[in-house]
């Protein structure tokens, strides 16, 4: 039950578009398609953006966009705006329970 | 409207115990898979437990395992989470989340959370 790596933090201007990585093991990333991507705001719960990889639940922005690559999975954010400035993190699936990513500071420039 | 209601937070003491309570509606409660995610001041999610629909299957994170309960109500749409022999390191906000039925590995609402802070 280790966390998933992410970058700490990654940063774009307006318009441009940005990834973070999400880095597991054949345990969990590699071994599965249920790969969940979170947005949070500081002080509030987390909202779901991209489910079983590269899902999105209605509603959310088609900037969004996942994909997965052996044990790594990552979250594009294409169309960067001011207002995807908040905290990232991944979700693994891992057989008898769900491992987080460390997660990602998503700074708009 | 999809509601998940969290409540139970406090401050105890290191070894105390704490029950954690997380009311919904708006949805089908019985249907849906279940979990409890919490957040440390300042650090990241993680997963800490959670049940099927039933009350049959349930599954903890190894560091709260033989510590933490949970258990569901689904006639009163409630989820619990019993929180014993509590250590400084469970301090956090605990989130009550719902799986999704289409949406079946992931959790697609949250509660607000409440805060629990293990301290002397």
């Known amino acids: 039950q280790s966390a998933l790596t992410q970058p700490r933090s990654v940063s774009g201007s307006p318009g441009q578009s940005v990834t973070i990585s999400c880095t597991g093991t054949?345990?969990?990333?590699?071994?599965?398609?249920?790969v969940s991507w979170y947005q949070q705001f500081p002080g509030k719960a987390p909202k779901l953006m991209i489910y079983?990889?590269?899902k999105r639940p209605s509603g959310v922005p088609d900037r969004f966009s996942g994909s997965k690559s052996g044990n790594t999975a990552s979250l594009t954010i294409s169309g960067l705006q001011a207002q995807d400035e908040a905290d990232y993190y991944c979700?693994?699936?891992?057989?008898?329970?769900?491992?987080f990513g460390t997660g990602t500071k998503l700074t708009v420039l | 409207e999809v509601q998940l209601v969290e409540s139970g937070g406090g401050l105890v003491q290191p070894g105390g115990s704490l029950r954690l309570s997380c009311v919904t509606s708006?949805?089908?409660?019985?249907?849906?898979?279940m979990s409890w995610v919490r957040q440390a001041p300042g650090k990241g999610l993680e997963w800490v437990a959670n049940?099927?629909?039933?009350?049959?299957?349930?599954y903890f994170l190894d560091s709260v395992k033989g510590r933490f309960f949970i258990t569901r109500d689904n006639a009163k749409n409630s989820l619990y989470l019993q929180m014993n022999s509590l250590r400084a390191e469970d301090t956090a906000v605990y989130y009550c989340?719902?799986?999704?039925?289409?949406?079946?590995?992931?959790?697609?609402?949250w509660g607000q959370g409440t805060a629990v802070t293990v301290s002397s």
């Open positions: 989340a719902r799986f999704g039925v289409v949406i079946s590995a992931a959790m697609d609402v």
């Open positions: 708006g949805f089908s409660f019985s249907g849906h898979w």
């Open positions: 049940m099927n629909q039933d009350g049959s299957d349930k």
């Open positions: 054949s345990s969990d990333v590699g071994g599965y398609n249920y």
């Open positions: 079983d990889v590269i």
């Open positions: 979700c693994s699936y891992a057989v008898t329970s769900y491992v």
